[in-house]
């Protein structure tokens, strides 16, 4: 759930100054999404309700991508009404009331936790479009006003993957790995997620199977935070992992802590490297950070503001991925390996092309057999069997973002252990 401006980033490692939900505008914009004073091409207004603010790496996404969008369609500052650091509660809904009462057409929440507050407010509102960025209710609800959107970030965790997999394959073809980093003939890598949800569970195994890639004989341990956003857990979480002879630690969680941690690590001499989320780490770990997957909310925003400038219908779910330059990973960083560029561009162009399947079967396993049927839950009711659910492997892989914007691959697969971070 949830860019490459220093300053914002290194905001991130030393704490987050609390913002009201009242509207203001964001801080450090450069460039294209710069504010200029321009006559806007219309009077219509969108409102924005964000789970964070400018210093948090997810939600700055957010900000830049509708800045841009803003831009592109030819609107002016005053088309967007802003609302920052909105709980996960009914403060989301009241936000919701208060964006419509200034007369937006158009709302869109960037949090998962926001869901169930925008459904409610797009029932009593059936005039104003709401969106909730990686829902997964927006089909079943019934209300042709309420979307969802997410991007195909999984790919973009595959090629990071892919990234973290030259660095393995390069520390063991180096003798550079001693036993604590390996589980038997294995190598150990670590994750720090943020909850056990389907969008972080997607994510992390499409970062090993990115590893497996080039490099197979690895095992991962994922540790949860239990918070997107939360610098002293990161670090906990990173540590402990390390402590266990872990080598690369990726990350589904929004700060800087984990990088920061792992930076700190290969300072004192500890073989670690870091994959992070969102934004370029290389400000915190100038040495340890390999890279970043992130989402190019640009591309989102830029379709959805046109439509409503348009008078037309936003898509209930929208999810797009390398093919239509809807995610990324960010800069190389100087300690990856040799011929990693020309790896990268190669699997991108492979996903382009649709001659890789992130999750194609053949290549995972779980309890030591490979799927052929898996149904995703589509009501959230979690049970087995309903009616409602539907079939998510065909032509031998698990078509992800495809049956709803949101992840749907909740499969845990042999080679990763999860546990919580103490």
Not at 111 to 139: C, I, K, L
Not at 283 to 297: D, F
């Amino acid at each position: 759930m949830k860019k490459r401006i220093l300053a914002l980033v290194m905001a991130a490692t030393l704490g987050i100054m609390a913002v009201g939900c009242g509207t203001k505008e964001p801080a450090g914009k450069t460039g294209e999404t710069e504010s200029v004073q321009r006559e806007s091409v219309s009077d219509k207004k969108i409102g924005m309700i964000l789970v964070g603010d400018e210093n948090e790496g997810y939600t700055y996404a957010h900000i830049e991508g509708m800045r841009i969008a803003e831009v592109q369609n030819g609107l002016n500052d005053s088309n967007i009404i802003w609302k920052y650091s909105v709980p996960e509660d009914e403060s989301c809904k009241e936000a919701a009331v208060d964006l419509v009462e200034q007369g937006c057409v158009a709302i869109f929440s960037n949090s998962y936790g926001h869901q169930t507050f925008m459904e409610e407010a797009a029932a009593e509102y059936p005039d104003v479009q709401f969106v909730s960025m990686t829902g997964d209710r927006a089909e079943i609800s019934g209300l042709s006003n309420f979307s969802n959107a997410f991007t195909n970030v999984y790919e973009s965790r595959f090629v990071s993957g892919v990234v973290a997999g030259m660095k393995v394959k390069e520390l063991v073809d180096q003798g550079k790995l001693a036993d604590e980093n390996m589980d038997g003939n294995k190598v150990k890598i670590g994750y720090v997620g943020a909850y056990p949800y389907a969008e972080v569970v997607s994510g992390y195994t499409a970062f090993f199977l990115g590893i497996q890639f080039i490099y197979p004989d690895v095992t991962m341990e994922v540790r949860y935070t239990n918070s997107w956003f939360d610098i002293t857990a990161e670090a906990e979480a990173a540590n402990a992992l390390m402590a266990d002879g872990c080598v690369i630690i990726g990350q589904h969680a929004d700060s800087t802590g984990a990088p920061t941690a792992v930076q700190d690590a290969l300072s004192k001499g500890k073989p670690v490297y870091s994959v992070g989320y969102n934004v370029d780490m290389l400000s915190v770990a100038p040495e340890a950070a390999l890279t970043s997957a992130t989402n190019v909310w640009s591309v989102y925003y830029n379709e959805a503001v046109k439509t409503v400038l348009e008078g037309g219908k936003i898509p209930t779910n929208w999810s797009k991925g390398y093919a239509d330059g809807a995610v990324a990973i960010t800069a190389l960083g100087p300690s990856v390996a040799e011929g990693t560029q020309a790896k990268v561009d190669e699997v991108i162009n492979a996903l382009k092309s649709g001659s890789i399947k992130v999750f194609d079967t053949s290549r995972f396993t779980v309890d030591g057999k490979h799927l052929d049927s898996y149904f995703v839950d589509m009501n959230g009711n979690f049970s087995n069997g309903d009616p409602e659910d539907k079939e998510a492997i065909w032509d031998g892989y698990f078509h992800e973002s495809e049956l709803r914007s949101a992840p749907s691959f909740d499969i845990r697969i042999d080679g990763i252990t999860e546990l919580t971070a103490e």
